[in-house]
């Protein structure tokens, strides 16, 4: 009895629904087959016309007038070399026209009469199995694309990429993924170039089975190796793949990024990590990332990983002597030892490294970088507030002064004042202050320094405006109100302003300054009219609300305020148009 392809592939019905959604992708962003430029040379004049025509429209997606195209071009030249191309452009119209069974038909006539044709059969019988697919039934879809994967030359045609893909998928759902990794790797590699998007897919399967299901470095390597790089694009790579550092920075990516397990797995976890430091055992051992991984790698297996864990760090870090490095060094190595700060070791391997500061030598940048470090990952304030006071104010720009201060908004503010007054322009200081209080919404000693500012030009701008905010946020309506008329930041300042007559039971004030905004400042006008509703609402004055909502409407349809006006005149129970119109 002879084995259906079906059973030979391990096609169960009851597990080919979860591919129905992937395949139907396939089919819709995969590469149209086009007609070869040096074949197109060889028509006659009607018959490139012809051909032209039809594809102009299959271009623009009007598969059904395209359909009738080809269909007049295979009645009118049933001769020509463009035959089978035609055939499948009216079958790929159908299909795309959502006539699958009709679809259907025209493939099998491209597979019978031109079975030789592969860059038009291949393609037919890539695409018999897609309609299969989009019809639920994904049995002869799977045929279809186990008899491309059988044929020598079907087997190479580009869409025969997805096919192979989704052969593979149904094996690896049925656990057989040993032999889904064959077909993935005939995609990833022969198809790098014809089909790149079905390439990077299946290469995204591969990586993970040789990462954590089966890891295995050497395939890694070779696979690295025949794509150039593990990207959706080539580079070059290095010959010794064993000393690449760009490599074995991908490949130590997708050891952590894999390397999860939950505290039933911590046997497979310890067999994974130990299979991994093996690989990485005595390579780059000048390179700090590999290494520091490595360490981290081993400690997650060893029985006293700690102890080893920090046995190797200082290894490493004894490696490099270059004083320029020494730095940078210490910081990565404390922000590295944070993590694991309770236990009373590392804590006291930070204090060790944090005395191989030479704090005399180091740069504003390398004691910046430290400083966040002890705030952020060691969160020892005490010993952050020790190396502030190793900065060397004098001789520090007073940009960096400004980032300095900033950064310490979050952490001691006696550290941000003591960072603004050793600024030798006490102009921009007092900016910087500003900025500061503004942000803690401290109004008595804001409104001080802004007070300063209004005279100094290219800060009064800013100044009055931080000024007229703080000053609103502590209900004093008047002194806001002066602030905001000095702002110069019209219309923003025209809304505040009416805001604060409001609040000063000035009404008639506050409309006017919103009639303002309607008439000089034209994106924001339809705002400004329904905030004139607002207004009369706030002062209790019906008519006069109503009658301004029904202004919004009249002059802004179609706006998000009128929407609003509308929805708050039913909400009134008032009729939309009639009664009293707007002013």
């Given at each position: 009895m002879k084995v259906s392809k079906a059973t030979r592939y391990g096609f169960r019905p009851a597990s080919w629904l979860f591919l129905a959604a992937g395949l139907l992708a396939r089919a819709a962003w995969a590469q149209e087959v086009t007609f070869p430029s040096e074949d197109f040379k060889k028509l006659d004049t009607f018959e490139g016309h012809m051909v032209s025509n039809a594809d102009k429209l299959f271009d623009q997606q009007q598969y059904r007038r395209a359909a009738a195209e080809y269909d007049s071009f295979l009645l009118e030249f049933p001769k020509s070399k463009a035959l089978p191309y035609a055939l499948l452009r009216k079958a790929r119209c159908l299909h795309l026209d959502n006539k699958r069974f009709d679809a259907l038909k025209e493939y099998q006539e491209v597979l019978d009469y031109f079975p030789d044709s592969v860059l038009y059969a291949a393609a037919a019988l890539y695409y018999t199995g897609a309609c299969h697919a989009e019809n639920g039934d994904v049995e002869k879809a799977m045929k279809a694309w186990a008899?491309?994967?059988?044929?020598?030359?079907?087997?190479?045609?580009?869409?025969?990429?997805?096919?192979?893909?989704?052969?593979?998928?149904?094996?690896?759902?049925?656990?057989?993924?040993?032999?889904?990794?064959?077909?993935?790797?005939?995609?990833?590699?022969?198809?790098?170039?014809?089909?790149?998007?079905?390439?990077?897919?299946?290469?995204q399967a591969l990586i993970p089975y040789y990462i954590r299901t089966q890891p295995a470095e050497p395939k890694l390597r070779e696979l690295y190796q025949k794509l150039r790089s593990f990207e959706s694009y080539v580079i070059n790579i290095e010959s010794d793949l064993e000393q690449s550092a760009p490599y074995w920075e991908k490949i130590r990516y997708f050891i952590r990024y894999y390397g999860g397990f939950n505290q039933f797995q911590q046997d497979a976890a310890r067999q994974y990590y130990q299979y991994w430091a093996s690989a990485m055992d005595g390579k780059l051992l000048g390179n700090d990332d590999f290494q520091i991984d490595l360490a981290n790698f081993k400690k997650a297996y060893e029985t006293d990983g700690t102890a080893q864990w920090i046995r190797r760090l200082d290894e490493q870090f004894n490696r490099t002597s270059d004083p320029s490095l020494l730095h940078r060094r210490v910081a990565r190595w404390i922000q590295i030892f944070a993590g694991d700060r309770g236990n009373k070791d590392v804590r006291a391997k930070i204090d060790e490294y944090y005395a191989k500061c030479q704090f005399e030598k180091m740069s504003f940048r390398e004691t910046f970088d430290l400083l966040q470090v002890l705030y952020d990952y060691v969160?020892?304030?005490?010993?952050?507030?020790?190396?502030?006071?190793?900065?060397?104010?004098?001789?520090?720009?007073?940009?960096?002064?400004?980032?300095?201060?900033?950064?310490?908004?979050?952490k001691d503010e006696a550290l941000v004042l003591e960072t603004h007054a050793a600024m030798k322009d006490q102009d921009y200081a007092n900016q910087r202050r500003l900025h500061y209080f503004h942000w803690r919404g401290d109004a008595a000693r804001g409104v001080a320094v802004a007070e300063k500012l209004t005279s100094v030009p290219g800060y009064a701008k800013d100044a009055w405006w931080r000024m007229a905010e703080l000053l609103e946020r502590s209900y004093e309506w008047d002194k806001a109100l002066t602030a905001f008329q000095h702002s110069d930041n019209p219309p923003e300042s025209l809304f505040h302003i009416a805001d604060c007559y409001v609040r000063l039971g000035k009404v008639t004030s506050a409309i006017e300054q919103l009639q303002e905004v309607e008439k000089f400042f034209q994106p924001r006008a339809s705002e400004a009219a329904l905030k004139i509703a607002e207004v009369y609402n706030?002062?209790?004055?019906?008519?006069?609300?109503?009658?301004?909502?029904?202004?919004?409407?009249?002059?802004?349809?179609?706006?998000?305020?009128?929407?609003?006006?509308?929805?708050?005149?039913e909400a009134l129970g008032v009729r939309i148009g009639g009664g009293e119109d707007a002013h």
């Open positions: 008899e491309m994967a059988e044929d020598a030359d079907y087997s190479k045609h580009f869409l025969a990429a997805g096919a192979l893909n989704a052969l593979a998928g149904n094996l690896s759902k049925q656990g057989r993924m040993q032999e889904a990794v064959q077909y993935y790797e005939q995609v990833a590699v022969g198809f790098r170039t014809t089909n790149p998007n079905a390439a990077f897919g299946a290469l969160q020892d304030w005490g010993m952050a507030k020790n190396l502030f006071g190793k900065f060397r104010m004098n001789e520090i720009s007073d940009s960096d002064k400004h980032q300095l201060g900033d950064y310490l908004w979050h706030q002062a209790g004055m019906a008519r006069e609300r109503i009658a301004s909502l029904r202004g919004v409407m009249k002059k802004y349809p179609g706006s998000s305020h009128s929407n609003s006006a509308h929805e708050q005149l």
